[in-house]
């Protein structure tokens, strides 16, 4: 069938959903294709087909890594220069977003640390879904095992912080050794590429991953203080409107934003913190496309077609009308098949790594340890953090990981041995940009958060040399690895 080039987009769409092969919202049609084992082990699938839905996130996870230095170490510089009161004045400045009598005003930092991370969690959240649909969390035996990891992750760290803080006043900050940096702990295994086996990567990430999701819940249950019932009720209808959005088929991001905005104010005026918006309504995103892919090929080639048949060797595209229509429809069809949440980790993953999380290490990690490194070794809490990054988190993640497999729990891939499971079990213990951020729900301005924030960079450093030089130890040598290609 030949296209009238006056027929648009939408009619095509209308003419196609009669004969099936219409996708709208999380459904597909019957006779859509779907794509099936995204992941599996080496032998099941080709090695680009098995780190397909992660490499992406990987990739842009450790090229970020940089600027998050940058920032922490420029925050350290200056806390710990002339400059200090200038910075701390900096970040404390206040800003009104709004009217005087209907607005929000909080400082520089906790605008970064309520809205710009509230886009973290966002693509945590959309994350989280993905990994969830078609990766290594959607077959239960193959999500037993990074599930088992970060519950010992989470468990173990925080009963030692327990232990050693038991009865001084400080047990609130538990929740902090309990977070791990994705980006930091695939950056390190970035360094030995060519001696990790490939489903090690997929497992770190799915590991990552839940342990985000512990961690939100975390914060959701016990660093919320009082709630106001209207305002979660507000963000409990708003969410209602983005299921019903998905459902009915609206797949232009926009509306997602618009309600995601909703719902982020309603959760922060319900003492909620704003960050759990960003998990929730990345929840409600569409993940399946609003065409299928055999109707945009069709279609695709229909457009090529004529934008070939309008190639006019005397006319430039920016006067050809007619390969203007064809480019334009082209780039609705593409976002059309395109899922929205693919399209939304696609855009916004480097906004999130380039930009937000090197602002909060810019706002957060200025510890002055001129004057607060002798106070810190003396602190329960620092203590309490190193030794839960430290100790904790590698014991907690090989126990319960050795465990799920020896109990038949858990299904071990077939081409990484519960050897390599424990040797990236210390990868677990860089808890940088998730501690930092509980630190501060945990004590706020109070000393203790500088305390908690020396214990993080150290008890990080010391698990991340660790770990490189265990993982340096026990990992095959390069020639018996396989090896990426820069397309993987």
């Known amino acids: 069938m030949r296209f009238d080039k006056k027929v ?4 095509w769409l209308q003419s196609e ?33 098995a780190l397909a839905p992660v490499s992406e996130f990987v990739r842009t996870s450790i090229s970020g890594i940089g600027l998050l230095l940058i920032g922490a170490v420029l925050a350290l510089i200056l806390a710990n ?8 004045h900096f970040w404390e400045t206040e800003f009104t977003i709004g009217t005087a009598s209907f607005g929000i005003t909080e400082s520089l930092r906790h605008w970064i640390n309520d809205a710009l991370m509230a886009l973290f969690f966002f693509t945590v959240g959309l994350e989280i879904k993905r990994e969830v649909l078609v990766g290594e969390l959607r077959r239960p035996r193959q999500a037993a095992l990074p599930i088992a990891a970060a519950i010992g992750g989470a468990l173990t760290p925080a009963l030692i912080y327990l232990v050693l803080n038991a009865g001084d006043g400080t047990m609130s900050g538990w929740g902090i050794p309990i977070g791990t940096d994705t980006a930091f702990s695939l950056g390190i295994l970035s360094l030995l590429a060519a001696r990790v086996p490939p489903l090690l990567v997929v497992f770190v990430t799915a590991f990552a991953i839940v342990d985000d999701i512990i961690a939100v819940m975390v914060i959701a249950v016990f660093y919320t203080n009082q709630i106001a019932w209207p305002s979660l009720g507000l963000a409990a209808i708003l969410i209602g409107a983005l299921v019903v959005a998905n459902l009915a088929g609206f797949h232009r991001w926009p509306i997602y934003a618009f309600l995601g905005l909703g719902v982020w104010l309603a959760v922060f005026h319900s003492g909620i913190h704003g960050t759990i918006a960003g998990v929730l309504v990345a929840m409600t995103v569409p993940s399946r496309s609003w065409i299928n892919p055999k109707a945009f090929v069709t279609r695709a080639r229909e457009l090529l077609d004529e934008f070939e048949a309008a190639c006019d060797s005397t006319m430039r595209i920016l006067s050809n009308e007619r390969q203007q229509r064809a480019t334009q429809e082209l780039e609705e069809l593409a ?14 993953n480097p906004w999130v790594v380039y930009a937000v999380l090197p602002l909060f290490a810019f706002a957060n990690a200025g510890i002055p340890l001129v004057d607060g490194l002798g106070d810190a070794v003396r602190s329960p809490v620092t203590w309490g953090v190193i030794a839960g990054l430290v100790l904790g988190k590698p014991l907690g993640i090989s126990l319960f990981s050795w465990l799920a497999v020896r109990t038949g729990v858990a299904l071990l891939p077939s081409d990484i041995s519960l050897r390599d499971v424990l040797s990236v079990a210390t990868l677990g213990g860089i808890g940088f940009t998730m501690s930092l951020f509980i ?11 500088d305390d908690a924030r020396i214990g993080i960079l150290i008890g990080s450093v010391v698990i991340g040399a660790l770990g ?13 690895a396989p090896e990426l290609s820069d397309g993987d």
């Open 8 to 11: 648009n987009l939408q009619q």
């Open 17 to 49: 959903e009669k004969k099936g092969w219409h996708a709208r919202g999380e459904g597909l049609a019957e006779n859509s294709p779907r794509i099936e084992n995204i992941t599996g082990t080496a032998q099941e699938q080709p090695l680009a087909l």
């Open 81 to 88: 220069s002339p400059w200090a009161a200038a910075y701390e």
């Open 335 to 348: 976002e059309d098949v395109e899922t929205p949440l693919t399209h939304l980790q696609h855009r916004l």
């Open 439 to 449: 630190s501060e729900l945990a004590f706020g301005p109070e000393i203790s958060a």
């Open 468 to 480: 490189y030089r265990i993982l340096r130890t026990t990992l095959p040598p390069p020639e018996s």
